[in-house]
């Protein structure tokens, strides 16, 4: 099985900035997938940036930018920097791995995402 494990979460000011990492264990068979997703209280879980092993990145509309998602092959960690945050990114935030296959357009889908990370909280104040 394989688990991954969030860090990095707290609570920061407006336009301060974040960086959470995700650590993999367990064994991974290629090609998959790697993402972060969010879910605020009230909403459906939903998808802010993901990533595929030949480099590929998808992020949501409304952080690109500010936010930047990267991924480590050889310590195997997956990282998101989160800059100017706002408000509206408080949220949890989970990391998320598919077991194989993973097209572009679903790198922000949560129907593709096999393993999920247990989430740490972001809290942004005004």
């Known amino acids: 099985q394989v688990q991954p494990v969030e860090s990095g979460g707290g609570s920061v000011q407006a336009g301060g900035s974040l960086r959470l990492s995700c650590v993999v264990s367990?064994?991974?068979?290629?090609?998959?997938?790697m993402g972060w997703f969010r879910q605020a209280p009230g909403k459906e879980r939903e998808g802010v940036a993901g990533?595929?092993?030949?480099?590929?990145?998808t992020y949501a509309r409304s952080v690109k930018g500010p936010f930047t998602i990267s991924q480590d092959k050889v310590e195997d960690t997956l990282a998101l920097q989160m800059n100017n945050l706002k408000p509206e990114a408080t949220a949890e935030y989970y990391c998320?791995?598919?077991?194989?296959?993973?097209?572009?357009?679903?790198?922000?889908?949560?129907?593709?995402?096999?393993?999920w990370g247990q989430g740490t909280q972001v809290t942004v104040s005004s």
């Open positions: 990533i595929r092993g030949d480099g590929t990145i």
């Open positions: 367990g064994y991974l068979h290629a090609p998959h997938c």
């Open positions: 998320a791995i598919t077991r194989s296959f993973c097209g572009v357009p679903w790198l922000l889908s949560r129907a593709p995402y096999d393993y």
